[in-house]
Structures are given as structure tokens and as C-alpha cells.
């Protein structure tokens, strides 16, 4: 079981916004920025935000992050075909001395 | 070309034991902290252990603990994991990443683990 809660899926259809929670505790994204990998199937991850809400260079700005005290999400506005993929956040808990990502949402395009 | 290739995986025992590597390219390596992360068939993906600049701090997940050791060669551009004592729950994907929770974050392709008998 993950220490951070994902929902298993979620979907929109095309142009349609979609988001995903993460929740977890004072240990991890109540003391840590939260980071969010977009993973598609046959391919390495990569990260899509960091720092809570920022976006590496060359991701779309229809990806976003946000956090609050003990829980974050991504919202992907404007769904697209190509953004069907898995999507796991991550923070470092200092309780576990770990790096612990979430239990992964396949996001699903109707 | 900046890029992360690892080697090393195959096929091992339960109990057994396997060097899996990682070769940097492309960048200055001993500026980032390093990683390694797994996904097992089927399952979403697993921090592993992490490795400092220098090699002088290490971490890992608790079910590794004692069984796993990575390292690093600056010289060498290459970081490492020693993986021993395998379980058939270590069965895995393993990828080497660069800044896992950074801007700068990069993974490689990825090299499979299988623990069978």
C-alpha cells in the first residue's frame, strides 16, 4: 500500500479538464514540495512538475500543479490524446527517510 | 547527447545476487544526486535508493535495506547497484534517474530484473 493515495483512474474527453489527487500526511507533502511523473506505456518517465506547481521546460502549460497542507493535484487542461498515460506523484517523507510516490492514476481519454 | 544507460539485469535465483550499472553521458555527473526506481510487472513505481554527490549519503526503501547497496564512480560516470539475497517481489524494471525530484530529472530506458527459480 502507497503512502501517497491516488485515485486508480480518471478520464475526460478531448479539450475536457482532468484532475488527480494525491493525498498523504505531515510527513511527506505536508513538509516536502510534491513532484508529478507522467509515464507512458514502453517509455521512461519523466517528470512533468516539480516544486509543487512548476513545469520543467518543454512540458505543456496545460499541465499544472497545486498543493494544500497535506494533499496536492494535477490538472490537465485541455485533455489531449497523447496525455493518456500513468501519472504518479512523489515527495520525500521524513519520517521514512524515503522518496515515496504515489500509487499511480492511468488517465483515460472518452 | 545527455542520456542514462543501464545494464546488468537478467534473469536470477531466488537468493541470488546481480550488479546492475548505469552509465551517464552528456552531462557533469558528479554535480546530481542519483537514483534508482523500479516498477514491477503490473505495479506502479518504487523509489528505491538514492545516492548524494559524493557518495557519502546513501538511502533506501526498507524492503531493500541490508539486501541492496548503490554506489557511484565519478571517474567512471557510472552508478551502481548491487542487488543480493533476491525475492521474486524484487522482480522489477529497474531504471537509473538523474535529480528525481528536480527540474533536471532524467531517467533511462530501463533494465529488467527477473528473480525466478
Redesign the interface.
Known amino acids: 500500500q502507497?503512502v501517497l493515495t491516488q485515485p486508480p483512474s480518471a478520464s475526460g474527453t478531448p479539450g475536457q479538464r482532468v484532475t488527480i489527487s494525491c493525498s498523504g500526511s505531515t510527513s511527506n507533502i505536508g513538509s516536502n514540495?510534491v513532484?508529478w511523473?507522467q509515464?507512458l506505456p514502453g517509455?521512461?518517465?519523466?517528470?512533468i512538475i516539480?516544486g509543487n506547481d512548476?513545469r520543467?521546460?518543454g512540458v505543456p502549460d496545460r499541465f499544472s500543479g497545486s498543493k494544500s497542507d497535506t494533499s496536492a493535484s494535477l490538472a490537465i487542461s485541455g485533455l489531449q490524446s497523447e496525455d493518456e498515460a500513468?501519472y504518479?506523484c512523489?515527495?520525500?517523507d521524513n519520517s521514512?527517510?524515503?522518496?515515496?510516490?504515489?500509487?499511480?492514476t492511468n488517465v483515460i481519454g472518452l | 547527447e545527455v542520456q542514462l544507460v543501464e545494464s546488468g539485469g537478467g534473469l536470477v535465483q531466488p537468493g541470488g545476487s546481480l550488479r546492475l550499472s548505469c552509465a551517464a553521458s552528456g552531462f557533469t555527473f558528479s554535480n546530481y544526486w542519483m537514483?534508482w526506481?523500479r516498477q514491477a510487472p503490473g505495479k506502479?513505481?518504487?523509489?528505491v535508493a538514492?545516492i548524494d554527490q559524493d557518495g557519502s549519503q546513501k538511502?533506501?526503501?526498507?524492503s531493500v535495506k541490508g539486501r541492496f547497496t548503490i554506489s557511484r564512480d565519478n571517474a567512471e560516470n557510472s552508478v551502481s547497484l548491487q542487488v543480493s539475497s533476491l525475492r521474486d517481489e524484487d522482480t522489477a524494471v529497474y531504471?537509473c534517474v538523474r535529480s528525481?525530484?528536480?527540474?533536471t530529472?532524467l531517467?533511462?530506458?530501463?533494465t529488467p530484473l527477473t528473480v525466478s527459480s
Open positions: 502507497s514540495p513532484n511523473y509515464h517509455t521512461a518517465p519523466k517528470i516539480y512548476q520543467p521546460s500513468d504518479y512523489a515527495a520525500w521514512l527517510s524515503a522518496y515515496v510516490f504515489g500509487s499511480g | 537514483s526506481v506502479g513505481l518504487e523509489w538514492n538511502y533506501y526503501v526498507d531504471y528525481i525530484g528536480l527540474s530529472s531517467w533511462g530506458q530501463g
